[in-house]
C-alpha cells in the first residue's frame, strides 16, 4: 500500500506513524508546507481517554509524551475580583512543538518519509499514483475546496476574535479570567503546557475588538496591550507570540469525509472550538479509527465509510457540546451580573458535559459552596429549592409539561384525563400542566382535543382539579389555553399527524389565508368581529378555568397555534394594525392577553407559552423573542415558558440536548423575567444543572413523564433526598427506595486450586 498524507499536523503525523508500525512494508509519504519547527500554537491538552487510545495504539509515542506531560486538576475562574477554584477536573498537556517532534521521531524511527517545505500535490493527482490519500491540510484544507461539490463543506465563521500568544511563566491551574472594560467584557483562557511556559488566548467580540482599536494594531501593539489587559493575571509578565493575529473562530462541517480513496482528517474535516480543547484530540482519535478501520476492513472503500460512520456520532457530540461552549463565551457579557460562584459553575457546566451531578462528584465543597450562595437549604438539590411565581408558591422546580393527548370527546376530559394528570400530581412535581385546553370548538386541533366552553367541560376539569389538590397536597395543577388557527381540524396525532380530516372538518382560521403546508385546508383571514369573538372565548375560558379550581393559567402563543402565527412574520402577512412591524403582529396576542388578564385572578400567576425562534429563515429571532417577552411581562406576565419551533413546516430545527433552553436563557438574562425551560431536558441531573447555573427558574418536561410518571420521585430517591420539596404519597411511601436487584458483580466463586 502507498499513502500519500497532505499536512504535518498531529494527526496526519500519527495517522502515518501508526500505519507504518503495524506494516512496515507500507510506504508512506507525508508533505508539509512549513518548517519542522514552525507551529502556530503553543500547548495542547488530551483527555484521559485519548492518552489510553494513544497507550494502547503506540506505547512508544505515548512514553516520550508521558515524560513531558504537565499535569494539574484545578479550574480558576476570576470575575470581579473574585477568584473561585474547582478541582478534580484531571488535565494533561504538553507544547505542541514538543509533540510534533515526538512525531516526527517516531515517523523517522518506523521509516516514513517527511517531506518538510513542500507543499503537496492537488490530492486528485496523488489519488492516480496512490493507495490512499489522508486529507490532514487543516481548517483551511485546499483538498476540501478542490472538491467541495463532493465533500459539501459548510463554514460558519462565529462572532469573537482571538489571538493565540504564551507566557514564560506556567499557571498553577487552568485559568479563565474576565475583564470588563470601557469597550465590553474580554475573556483570557490560560494553562500551562510545561514547567516554565503557558498558553493564553484573548478572546472578544467583534465589535469590542475594533471599538478597543485592536482592529488598528500590529502584532507587538496587540501583544503589549493584552498584557496589559490582564497584568492581573499574569502578575505583570509580558505575553509573546508566534506569527499570531487575530482571527474569528470557523466551524467546519461536511456533508461526506471521503472521495474514492481521498479522506479527511481533523480539522479538515471538522472543527471544535478551543474552549473545550478538542481540535488535537479530535485530530489523534480520527487518526487511531482510521488506521483501525483500514486494518479491520477488506478494501479501502469499505474501511473509509467505516471510519466515517464511527467517528461523526463522536465528532457531531463535540461540536454540538463546542458550539454550546462558543456561544456561551459570544454572550459572556449576559452573565456578568451573577455571584460569583454562580457564575463560575454557569461557566464550568457551558457546554452541557460538565454537569451538577459530575462537580458534585470531582470538588463537592465548591458545589456545595454554589448551592449555598444559590440559597438550596443543606442537602436540597437545586431541583426542589421552592420558587414563588406571582401568588403561587412551587415547592420544586419540576414541570410536568403540557402534552396534548387527543383522547377527549366534545371537548369533555374523561377518565383517562383524570388518571393521567392525577398520576403526574401524585409523582411529585411542583407544577402540573393540563394539555392545550381549546376555547371553541373551531379553536380545536383534533376531535379529540379537551376544551373548555361549556358546563361539561368545566365539570370534569374540576374533577381533575379536586383529586390534584385533596390526593397530592402541595401540588399545582395550571391549564394552557389555546386555539389551534390554521392548525386545527386535523387527525389524532397517531392517525396522521397534521393531515387534515378525511370528513367533519370545521372552518379554519388565522391572521392570513396560508396553508400550514401543501395539502392542508386553508383558513380564512380573520376579521374585527372574529377577532373580537375569538378575544371573548378566551376571556369566557379564563373565567371558567378559575372556578374549576386551577392554579395557574397559561395562554400558548407557540407553536403556530392561532395567536403564535399572529407574532410571526411567516405565517402573518396582514397589512392592517396586526401586521407588519413587530408592535403590530404582538396587538392581538396582547389584547387576548389582557382580557385574560383581566378575568384571570390578580393572586394567580398568569404566564405565556411563547416559540422563541421558528427554525426557518426569515421567521422569529431571538431578538424578537426577547422583545415578545418583555411585552408580555409589561402587560402582567408573571412568567414566559420559552418553546421553539413548530410555526412552519419547513422548519430545521438544532435537535440535541437541551436544544432549547438557550432561548430561556438569554430572555431571563436579559430581561429579568422568570423563565421555564423546555425542550429535550431528560435527567434531574440537567435540571439541577441548568437551574444553579441561572439559565432558568423551571424546568418542564414531557417524554420523562410519559416514560415514569413518577419521575420526580425517583429523581429524589436517587438523590437521597427527602425534604419539604417533595412529598410521597402516603401509601406510595415503601416505594421510596429503589428495590434491590440480583447481584452481577464479585466476587466471583473459586473453582480451581493454586
Known amino acids: 500500500m502507498r499513502v500519500a498524507v497532505i499536512g504535518g499536523g498531529p494527526g496526519g503525523l500519527y495517522a502515518a506513524a501508526l500505519l507504518k508500525r503495524l506494516d512496515p512494508a507500507r510506504e508512506i509519504t507525508v508533505w508539509e508546507r512549513n518548517a519542522p519547527d514552525d507551529t502556530f500554537g503553543f500547548g495542547v491538552v488530551l483527555s484521559d481517554e485519548t492518552l489510553g487510545g494513544i497507550e494502547h495504539a503506540d506505547p512508544v509515542v505515548y512514553a516520550a509524551m508521558q515524560r513531558e506531560f504537565v499535569r494539574w486538576d484545578d479550574i480558576d475562574i476570576v470575575h470581579r475580583g473574585h477568584r473561585s477554584t474547582s478541582g478534580g477536573h484531571g488535565f494533561a498537556a504538553l507544547g505542541r512543538k514538543r509533540l510534533l517532534q515526538i512525531l516526527h521521531g517516531r515517523c523517522r524511527d518506523l521509516g516514513v518519509e517527511l517531506r518538510f517545505r513542500t507543499q503537496a500535490p492537488p490530492a486528485a493527482e496523488l489519488a492516480a499514483s496512490y493507495d490512499l490519500v489522508i486529507a490532514a491540510d487543516g481548517v483551511n484544507s485546499l483538498t476540501r475546496e478542490a472538491h467541495a461539490d463532493v465533500f459539501g463543506p459548510r463554514i460558519e465563521e462565529h462572532r469573537c476574535r482571538y489571538i493565540w500568544l504564551a507566557a514564560d511563566f506556567a499557571f498553577d491551574a487552568f485559568r479563565f479570567e474576565i475583564a470588563e472594560t470601557e469597550h465590553g467584557v474580554m475573556q483570557l483562557h490560560g494553562y500551562p503546557y510545561n514547567d516554565g511556559e503557558s498558553t493564553v488566548i484573548v478572546e472578544m467580540r467583534e465589535e469590542v475588538w475594533k471599538a478597543a482599536g485592536f482592529d488598528g494594531l500590529g502584532e507587538r501593539e496587540s501583544v503589549e496591550r493584552c498584557a496589559k489587559l490582564f497584568a492581573d493575571a499574569l502578575d505583570g509578565r509580558p505575553l509573546r507570540s508566534n506569527n499570531s493575529s487575530w482571527i474569528r473562530f470557523r466551524t467546519v462541517v461536511n456533508d461526506r469525509w471521503s472521495h474514492g480513496h481521498t479522506v479527511l482528517l481533523g480539522d479538515a474535516a471538522h472543527t471544535a472550538h478551543f474552549s473545550i480543547g478538542s481540535g488535537?484530540?479530535?485530530?489523534?482519535?480520527?487518526?487511531?479509527?482510521?488506521?483501525?478501520?483500514?486494518?479491520?476492513?477488506?478494501?479501502?472503500?469499505?474501511?473509509?465509510?467505516?471510519?466515517?460512520?464511527?467517528?461523526?456520532?463522536?465528532?457531531?457530540?463535540?461540536?454540538?457540546?463546542?458550539?454550546?461552549?462558543?456561544?456561551?463565551?459570544?454572550?459572556?457579557?449576559?452573565?456578568?451580573?451573577?455571584?460569583?460562584?454562580?457564575?463560575?459553575?454557569?461557566?464550568?457546566?457551558?457546554?452541557?458535559?460538565?454537569?451538577?451531578?459530575?462537580?458534585?462528584?470531582?470538588?463537592?465543597?465548591?458545589?456545595?459552596?454554589?448551592?449555598?450562595?444559590?440559597?438550596?437549604?443543606?442537602?436540597?438539590?437545586?431541583?426542589?429549592?421552592?420558587?414563588?411565581?406571582?401568588?403561587?408558591?412551587?415547592?420544586?422546580?419540576?414541570?410536568?409539561?403540557?402534552?396534548?393527548?387527543?383522547?377527549?370527546?366534545?371537548?369533555?376530559?374523561?377518565?383517562?384525563?383524570?388518571?393521567?394528570?392525577?398520576?403526574?400530581?401524585?409523582?411529585?412535581?411542583?407544577?402540573?400542566?393540563?394539555?392545550?385546553?381549546?376555547?371553541?370548538?373551531?379553536?380545536?386541533?383534533?376531535?379529540?382535543?379537551?376544551?373548555?366552553?361549556?358546563?361539561?367541560?368545566?365539570?370534569?376539569?374540576?374533577?381533575?382539579?379536586?383529586?390534584?389538590?385533596?390526593?397530592?397536597?402541595?401540588?399545582?395543577?395550571?391549564?394552557?389555553?389555546?386555539?389551534?388557527?390554521?392548525?386545527?381540524?386535523?387527525?389524532?396525532?397517531?392517525?396522521?399527524?397534521?393531515?387534515?380530516?378525511?370528513?367533519?372538518?370545521?372552518?379554519?382560521?388565522?391572521?392570513?389565508?396560508?396553508?400550514?403546508?401543501?395539502?392542508?385546508?386553508?383558513?380564512?383571514?380573520?376579521?374585527?368581529?372574529?377577532?373580537?369573538?375569538?378575544?371573548?372565548?378566551?376571556?369566557?375560558?379564563?373565567?371558567?378555568?378559575?372556578?374549576?379550581?386551577?392554579?395557574?393559567?397559561?395562554?400558548h402563543c407557540a407553536h403556530g397555534y392561532l395567536l403564535s402565527s399572529f407574532l410571526s412574520p411567516l405565517t402573518n402577512l396582514r397589512t392592517d394594525e396586526y401586521g407588519g412591524s413587530l408592535e403590530n403582529r404582538l396587538r392581538y396576542p396582547l389584547e387576548v392577553f389582557d382580557a385574560v388578564r383581566a378575568i384571570w385572578p390578580e393572586e394567580k400567576p398568569l404566564t405565556v407559552r411563547i416559540s422563541a425562534t421558528d427554525w426557518a429563515e426569515g421567521g422569529t429571532s431571538g431578538d424578537d423573542a426577547v422583545r415578545i417577552a418583555r411585552a408580555f411581562a409589561a402587560h402582567g406576565a408573571d412568567a414566559v415558558d420559552v418553546s421553539t419551533g413548530q410555526v412552519v413546516a419547513e422548519e430545521q430545527p438544532a435537535y440535541g440536548r437541551s436544544y432549547q433552553t438557550p432561548y430561556a436563557d438569554r430572555i431571563r438574562q436579559e430581561t429579568g423575567i422568570p423563565v421555564i425551560a423546555v425542550g429535550a431536558i431528560s435527567s434531574w441531573d440537567d435540571v439541577n444543572s441548568l437551574i444553579l447555573a441561572g439559565r432558568t427558574d423551571l424546568c418542564a418536561l414531557a417524554r420523562p413523564h410519559l416514560y415514569d410518571p413518577h419521575w420526580t420521585l425517583h429523581a429524589a430517591a436517587e438523590q437521597g433526598y427527602s425534604g419539604p420539596g417533595i412529598a410521597w404519597p402516603l401509601p406510595y411511601r415503601a416505594g421510596s427506595r429503589r428495590p434491590q436487584t440480583g447481584r452481577t458483580d464479585g466476587p466471583k466463586p473459586r473453582l480451581t486450586l493454586e
Request: proline residues 8%; aromatic residues 8%; charged residues 25%.
Open 280 to 555: 488535537t484530540k479530535l485530530a489523534v482519535e480520527d487518526a487511531l479509527a482510521l488506521v483501525a478501520c483500514i486494518e479491520e476492513q477488506p478494501t479501502i472503500e469499505q474501511a473509509l465509510r467505516a471510519y466515517e460512520e464511527e467517528r461523526r456520532p463522536v465528532v457531531t457530540s463535540t461540536q454540538r457540546a463546542a458550539r454550546a461552549s462558543l456561544e456561551w463565551f459570544e454572550e459572556l457579557g449576559r452573565y456578568a451580573d451573577q455571584q460569583p460562584r454562580q457564575f463560575a459553575f454557569n461557566l464550568l457546566t457551558r457546554s452541557r458535559r460538565v454537569t451538577h451531578d459530575n462537580l458534585r462528584l470531582r470538588d463537592p465543597e465548591f458545589t456545595a459552596e454554589v448551592e449555598r450562595e444559590f440559597g438550596c437549604p443543606p442537602g436540597t438539590p437545586p431541583m426542589f429549592t421552592p420558587l414563588r411565581i406571582g401568588g403561587l408558591e412551587l415547592r420544586n422546580r419540576v414541570v410536568v409539561s403540557p402534552m396534548d393527548m387527543y383522547s377527549a370527546v366534545d371537548g369533555v376530559p374523561g377518565d383517562f384525563h383524570l388518571v393521567h394528570l392525577g398520576a403526574r400530581a401524585l409523582g411529585g412535581a411542583g407544577l402540573v400542566m393540563t394539555e392545550m385546553v381549546c376555547v371553541s370548538p373551531e379553536g380545536r386541533i383534533t376531535p379529540g382535543c379537551a376544551g373548555l366552553w361549556n358546563p361539561q367541560q368545566s365539570d370534569a376539569w374540576s374533577r381533575i382539579t379536586a383529586f390534584v389538590h385533596q390526593q397530592a397536597p402541595g401540588t399545582a395543577i395550571g391549564l394552557q389555553l389555546g386555539h389551534s388557527g390554521r392548525k386545527g381540524s386535523t387527525k389524532l396525532m397517531w392517525e396522521g399527524i397534521d393531515e387534515p380530516l378525511d370528513e367533519g372538518n370545521w372552518p379554519l382560521a388565522a391572521p392570513s389565508p396560508l396553508p400550514y403546508k401543501q395539502g392542508s385546508r386553508t383558513p380564512r383571514e380573520l376579521t374585527r368581529d372574529g377577532l373580537t369573538e375569538i378575544r371573548e372565548q378566551f376571556a369566557a375560558a379564563a373565567w371558567r378555568a378559575e372556578r374549576c379550581g386551577f392554579d395557574l393559567l397559561e395562554l
